[in-house]
């Protein structure tokens, strides 16, 4: 290879090179400085207190944090799942900006920011963020795009997220430890059964047991976890007219607690077999109304009745024969 040559090759790199080197300067000097960081770098999360999430006007709801520190829906005060909220909170604070997928809207249909969900995070009546929220990525991650300017970008993390306020209720509306149930009473047109236990270690006794009877131990200890966890599904006013009728025909189940609380759980049902409709309402008083865990279900039962599986209603249904072990079985032993 001759001089000429070799002048020329080396040319040639020095001007590769300087092209290369151009180029990682300006990708360097145009970087995006939001790829790396969290969408809520900069927010105290601690003083979140105002969340609204909303698709259009028919799908939108406002979550209130209030003085004490409880979540509620804003437009009739009820309770809201403090746990989904904080899982919420925590997927924004977490997910990271990975990658500018354009500076223009014209993209928008494509990642789903057309018809996106809109979500403004408040700190009192500061605004923390404000985000509209796009597809989710086949391959993880979510399509986002900030109030400031026209960019998106794709999170690292999904963030699903609903703009109906019944996703957002605390489903649950009683709550109650298996530890504190003391007697459990359950009565119906045809009949009472009144079940007793003198302390959370010992078991419960069926009033009026008679002679030659066995107590069925399993059915009757299983009612320590009557009140818990009881979910709905949908509620309603207690005046709306379908659960008026379902509740007219019903049965009651009275249940007191060691600290002197006593609830008045009534269930009935309307329709037949697969359009049947269960539906549930709680009274409660009495007791320690310095508890919140008790207040907060007080006020749900106050103006509602509920409706509920099949499964959940049946638990405050119960016939005394429940309780007693058919003589077949009690005599064999």
């Not at 002197?260 to 709680?282: A, C, F, L, N, Q």
Request: a neutral charge; hydrophobic letters at 40%; charged letters at 25%.
């Amino acid at each position: 290879m001759n001089k000429s040559s070799l002048i020329t090759i080396g040319l040639v790199v020095i001007a590769i090179i300087a092209v290369v080197s151009k180029s990682i300067n300006s990708s360097n000097k145009d970087a995006d400085p939001m790829i790396g960081q969290t969408i809520m770098a900069q927010a105290d999360t601690t003083k979140i207190s105002n969340i609204e999430i909303s698709r259009d006007n028919d799908h939108k709801v406002s979550l209130v944090m209030d003085e004490k520190h409880a979540w509620h829906l804003q437009t009739d005060n009820f309770p809201a799942d403090a746990a989904k909220i904080l899982q919420f909170i925590e997927n924004l604070t977490s997910a990271k900006i990975v990658r500018k997928m354009g500076t223009n809207k014209e993209i928008y249909p494509s990642l789903g920011l057309d018809n996106a969900t809109n979500v403004v995070i408040k700190a009192k009546d500061q605004e923390l963020l404000h985000i509209k929220i796009g597809s989710q990525r086949k391959g993880g991650g979510a399509y986002i795009s900030l109030n400031t300017n026209d960019n998106s970008y794709l999170l690292s993390k999904n963030l699903s997220v609903f703009a109906d306020a019944n996703d957002w209720e605390l489903k649950v509306i009683a709550n109650v430890e298996s530890k504190d149930i003391k007697t459990v009473e359950f009565i119906s047109k045809s009949a009472t059964s009144k079940l007793t236990r003198e302390s959370a270690d010992k078991d419960f006794l069926l009033d009026g047991i008679k002679e030659g009877e066995e107590l069925n131990k399993s059915s009757a200890n299983a009612l320590a976890n009557i009140l818990t966890g009881i979910r709905y599904t949908s509620r309603v006013e207690s005046d709306n007219a379908l659960a008026k009728n379902a509740l007219e025909q019903a049965s009651k189940a009275i249940i007191t607690t060691y600290d002197g609380r006593t609830y008045t759980v009534t269930v009935g049902k309307v329709g037949e077999k697969d359009s049947e409709k269960w539906y549930v309402h709680i009274d409660s008083a009495g007791g320690k109304e310095d508890n919140e865990n008790f207040k907060t279900y007080a006020f749900i039962n106050s103006k509602w009745s509920f409706e509920v599986s099949s499964y959940i209603a049946q638990k405050f249904i119960k016939s005394r024969t429940d309780f007693i072990v058919p003589p077949a079985k009690a005599k064999n032993g």
